[in-house]
């Protein structure tokens, strides 16, 4: 739930100045329900640090009131060892309804599964698959390489509530999702045979932690993604990572982190959906993603349409702060890889 929480005198952490009030979030389920005038807990790292996906404070703790008793069913802990680890029920353990189906199953039966580096690829991913085949079933695999609560997503809602996804599935150290996974194998499992989803999408939760290195970011992750997907009998469709309004050279045109994630983690092959978009920076996409079909085959995806598409897209679209029109080559390749596995639907 989000507050406006007024910070007064006192100790206070750094980007909560006294006498400023802030945006924050709270997760009822792990600090209790926040009521009008209660005093909360707040941690603003975030804000101190300005991150541009998160922007709030987050509340820790409901000093004069208690959360509802975390017991129940489930054994898998998440966020663990730290204070706000949450037991959830797994669709794997034991005590689930989903055990038995899950216990010895070994394949996906040829879903496609869309990978993608950053969560905003979801919606436009959709976007496209949608524009090409209307009412499929789709789910999506939330990694833990961002935000570890579902509950921060405000597209996942808003897209799980128009049917656009017909659920979320948290894996790792992630958890709010409508079914929990201990791995993302697991999680693809349960996305075909719980959810008994038509096509997944996995992708890391909101937020990037990259450090400007070569292998130093969260998106090495989706490499790894293709490579569950592969070993369960799936079939990965690669999302590029491309920017024409990103001014980072190592991210203009098809960015390094998909190099690196798909041309040296992924060690499995997946279709690579390239968009065949204008001009010279269609011309340096095709020519960067030549760098993978060493190991993976390129799929040259036309991108009439999908700007229309996406203009109708029912959450709002943004990646790193920059707008649909701000950056339209990135979301027009996402849509472009949901085009790509819409045409592996029967």
């Known amino acids: 739930m989000e507050l406006d929480v007024a910070v007064s005198g006192g100790d206070h952490q750094p980007g909560a100045e006294p006498g400023g009030t802030y945006r924050a979030l709270a997760y009822p389920p792990l600090v209790g329900r926040p009521e009008p005038g209660d005093e909360v807990l707040l941690n603003t790292t975030a804000l101190a640090m300005g991150l541009g996906t998160g922007g709030y404070a987050m509340v820790v703790a409901v000093p004069n009131r208690l959360p509802e008793d975390p017991r129940g069913p ?89 049917g656009w996804l017909t659920g979320v599935v948290t894996v790792g150290q992630a958890f709010g999702g409508d079914v929990e996974a201990v791995t993302v194998h697991t999680g693809l499992l349960a996305a075909r045979h719980v959810l008994e989803a038509d096509v997944a999408i996995v992708a890391q939760g909101p937020g990037n932690l990259g450090t400007g290195t070569r292998w130093g970011f969260s998106g090495v992750s989706a490499g790894e993604a293709i490579n569950a997907a592969s070993v369960l009998r799936g079939r990965p469709v690669a999302t590029l990572r491309v920017s024409e309004g990103d001014l980072r050279e190592r991210h203009l045109g098809v960015s390094h982190h998909s190099l690196t994630a798909y041309g040296r983690v992924a060690l499995a092959p997946a279709r690579v959906a390239v968009p065949l978009l204008p001009g010279e920076l269609g011309e340096r996409v095709r020519d960067q993603a030549e760098l993978l079909a060493v190991r993976h085959e390129l799929v040259p995806v036309p991108v009439d349409g999908l700007h229309e598409a996406l203009r109708a897209s029912p959450v709002k679209l943004s990646t790193m702060g920059r707008s649909l029109e701000e950056d339209l080559a990135y979301f027009v390749a996402s849509a472009a890889a949901g085009r790509c596995a819409a045409s592996l639907l029967s």
């Open 74 to 162: 489930g054994h898998l802990v998440k966020a663990r060892y730290t204070p706000l680890q949450a037991t959830v029920l797994g669709a794997d353990e034991q005590d689930s309804p989903f055990h038995e189906v899950l216990r010895e199953a070994d394949s996906i039966d040829g879903m496609p599964v869309v990978v993608a580096d950053l969560h905003s690829a979801l919606p436009p991913i959709l976007c496209g698959l949608y524009e090409a085949r209307a009412g499929v079933r789709v789910a999506y695999v939330m990694q833990d390489g961002g935000a570890l609560p579902a509950w921060f997503s405000m597209a996942a809602a808003k897209l799980r509530e128009i």
